[in-house]
């Protein structure tokens, strides 16, 4: 299946690389052949010195809530969470702690039901419409995204996860994925996947006030990192503003724009990574090709989840 067309992004600013400076011989450390004391060693005590003890062997397996999150049961923090509860169980067993390794799924289940192995991992995007929570229920019963799922994902999906959240107001691009460890790489600030905003704000703003955010911004104790903003239009008091950040944290761009005076009365997601909303249709999703997703994936580098 095809995916949504990529957007052409304007410039990024990139966060420059660090190094670590090599560390060099400790000062007054003794000439090699001498001992701690400075007199030289003799052959016969070199050669009863006694060998170095044997380096442990690396763990084998993982985590079991890393295992129930790569098969798409739940993301780690709510495997965790069925874990403290007692859903999961290998054999007759109850599994106490996340912590847990295993090196596979064999005789785990939840809720009394087998787990399978994890399957490839799969990306979709979705055309999230305004009015729907980001969640698999609402205590106050409004609609979720699992209602406009059931027809929009394709035949075959299976269970899928968000990649961070929409809130019930915003729409536009919500990537979903079968891989709860990948979701979690994806959602991790150090990992700094960018996402792309369009708002539309009434109020008073500059476009100085918008290249500042690059640098972050404080707002009632909580830190935002740097924003790469820019007016796209104006008409009156009214205009359009696109956002690029890389940390997500929840209403970010609402309270950073209420902070500069603005009153959001709509906003879209945009992009998400190399991934645009484009042309897809409002209610639609697709499946992300797999060539895509792992040229993307290639990009992520050594990023841990």
């Given at each position: 299946m095809s995916k949504p067309p990529?957007?052409?992004?304007?410039s990024r600013r990139g966060s420059p690389s660090q190094g670590r400076p090599s560390q060099g011989p400790s000062r007054g450390a003794p000439p090699r052949g001498a001992s701690k004391t400075g007199k030289p060693r003799s052959a016969s005590s070199a050669s009863k010195a006694p060998a170095p003890p044997p380096r442990p062997k690396d763990r084998e397996g993982d985590r079991i809530a890393k295992l129930l999150a790569r098969a798409g049961v739940a993301s780690r923090r709510e495997a965790e969470r069925m874990i403290a509860e007692g859903r999961v169980r290998l054999g007759e067993d109850l599994i106490e702690t996340p912590a847990t390794v295993l090196t596979s799924l064999n005789g785990v289940t939840v809720d009394g039901k087998p787990v399978k192995e994890a399957e490839a991992t799969r990306l979709f995007a979705f055309h999230k419409p305004a009015g729907l929570i980001t969640a698999e229920r609402d205590?106050?019963?409004?609609?979720?995204?699992?209602?406009a799922l059931r027809n929009a994902l394709p035949a075959g999906a299976?269970?899928?996860?968000?990649?961070?959240?929409?809130?019930?107001?915003?729409e536009g691009l919500l990537l979903l994925t079968n891989d709860g460890e990948f979701k979690r790489q994806l959602e991790l600030p150090a990992t700094g996947v960018p996402r792309t905003y369009r708002a539309r704000a009434f109020g008073d703003v500059t476009q100085k006030q918008l290249e500042d955010l690059i640098d972050g911004i404080e707002i009632d104790g909580v830190r935002y990192g740097k924003i790469n903003a820019n007016?796209?239009?104006?008409?009156?008091?009214n205009q359009w503003i696109e956002m690029t950040l890389t940390e997500g944290k929840n209403r970010e761009v609402r309270r950073v724009l209420e902070h500069l005076g603005l009153k959001v009365s709509r906003l879209i997601r945009v992009g998400y990574g190399p991934f645009a909303l484009d042309e897809l249709p409002k209610g639609s999703a697709v499946e992300i090709a797999t060539r895509d997703l792992e040229a993307f994936r290639r990009t992520l580098g050594g990023a841990k989840a």
């Open positions: 990529h957007k052409s992004g304007g205590p106050a019963g409004r609609p979720t995204i699992y209602t299976g269970r899928v996860m968000p990649v961070g959240r929409l809130d019930f107001s915003t007016m796209e239009r104006k008409t009156g008091r």
